[in-house]
Nanobody, 115 residues
Framework: QVQVVESGGGLVQPGGSLRLSCAASIEMFSVNVMGWYRQAPGKQRELVATMTTGGGTNYADSVKGRFTISRDNRKNTVYLQMNSLKPEDTAVYYC?????????WGQGTQVTVSS
């Protein structure tokens, strides 16, 4: 069973930064697509950022220029660096791993942006 575990969420003031981490129990170089999604109360889960095996990235328009997805294959970890955070970024953030024709989700980590 593949395990996907997020960490790094918390409470931050508007304009602040957080870095989320997603540790997987598989080797990242073999992952097809890895990504971050988020779900705010009363809203559907939405894509935040994705990265392919080859390093190609895709970002939601709302986070372009503020968020950066990256990975460390040695640590089997994918990161989401979030800068210039806004109250509308408040949500539960989920890591998604597409591997061996299956999709795996983490349990989510809460990010709250508030003064």
């Amino acid at each position: 069973q593949v395990q996907v575990v997020e960490s790094g969420g918390g409470l931050v003031q508007p304009g602040g930064s957080l870095r989320l981490s997603c540790a997987a129990s598989i080797e990242m170089f073999s992952v097809n697509v890895m990504g971050w999604y988020r779900q705010a109360p009363g809203k559907q889960r939405e894509l935040v950022a994705t990265m392919t095996t080859g390093g190609g990235t895709n970002y939601a328009d709302s986070v372009k220029g503020r968020f950066t997805i990256s990975r460390d294959n040695r640590k089997n970890t994918v990161y989401l660096q979030m800068n210039s955070l806004k109250p509308e970024d408040t949500a539960v953030y989920y890591c998604r791993i597409d591997w061996s024709k299956r999709t795996y989700w983490g349990q989510g980590t809460q990010v709250t942006v508030s003064s």
